[in-house]
């Protein structure tokens, strides 16, 4: 073999190499804006040898039991106060690796302008889950249309109400359902995930929203045995990085925060 066809075979041999030693970190996320932000920071992982394999899911409920029975390796979708939640009700021990952004809740509707157009009797929808229900209820609170028992409960129901001067008819619907069910209804609490896959402008079609002392920060989660490996560590430092914070201020214009 001649000189040329050897520094040929060494080179193939070497990317070879390279890309056996790849490791693969399978994260499970909701469309908008994790996996987005997921994808921006797939190639910078790349050069670090892992490969980033997002799985795109729709619903709440998936991405927590996948990684809990070890079928994906992370997850990137939820904030704590619903990760406690979950772990309480299911007998998971899922653990947040690192936060990375703030979605602010708002509320939203096609039928009025302002809260102060709420007639007597409005139908609000807002999630069925209890943290972003419970969410629901305190910035509809902090808008004055009612009036919680205790005012800091992070899982209040409407059970919990104790003022509701206008009388308003709430109905629990499954989070990722209320974008479809907007012209239904006289109002609807919406996660910001999913009013941006539905075409929503949170800054701006929101009749109130949280502001961004919200503490419903979006975490990267995984399982006690896996949080500290070093690709999940290096896949943390990339969420938390410079360019992440930029990709988001730039692409959601204030739709979603940064967290760190």
């Known amino acids: 073999m001649n000189l040329k066809k050897t520094l040929v075979a060494l080179a193939a041999a070497a990317s070879f190499s390279s890309l056996a030693a790849a490791e693969e970190l399978s994260v499970a996320a909701t469309p908008v804006p994790h996996a987005e932000i997921l994808e921006f920071v797939k190639p910078a992982l790349a050069e670090q040898g892992v490969e980033l394999d997002v799985k795109v899911f729709t619903d709440y409920i998936q991405p927590n039991i996948q990684v809990a029975q070890k079928r994906m390796d992370a997850n990137f979708f939820q904030h704590q106060p619903y990760l406690d939640?979950?772990?309480?009700?299911?007998?998971?021990?899922?653990?947040?690796?690192?936060?990375?952004?703030?979605?602010?809740?708002?509320?939203?509707?096609s039928r009025i302008q302002s809260l102060d157009e709420l007639k007597d009797g409005a139908v609000v929808a807002i999630p069925n889950d209890p943290t972003n229900g419970g969410r629901a209820l305190l910035l509809l609170q902090k808008a004055?249309?009612?009036?919680?028992?205790?005012?800091?409960?992070?899982?209040?129901?409407?059970?919990?109400?104790?003022?509701?001067?206008?009388?308003?008819?709430?109905?629990?619907l499954e989070a990722a359902t209320l974008p479809r069910v907007l012209d239904q209804v006289d109002l609807a609490l919406i996660n910001t995930n999913y009013a941006l896959e539905a075409g929503l402008n949170p800054s701006e079609d929101a009749l109130v929203i949280e502001g961004s002392e919200s503490p419903y920060v979006n975490i990267l989660v995984a399982r006690p045995d896996n949080k500290d490996s070093d690709a999940m560590q290096k896949l943390a430092k990339a969420l938390n990085s410079d360019a992440v914070r930029q990709f988001i201020l730039e692409k959601y214009e204030g739709a979603v925060v940064p967290a760190f």
């Open 85 to 109: 939640e979950f772990n309480a009700g299911r007998g998971t021990n899922l653990v947040t690796v690192t936060g990375v952004h703030v979605e602010p809740f708002g509320a939203y509707s």
């Open 144 to 172: 004055g249309l009612i009036t919680l028992k205790d005012a800091s409960k992070i899982t209040a129901t409407p059970r919990d109400i104790a003022e509701n001067p206008k009388h308003l008819d709430f109905k629990e």
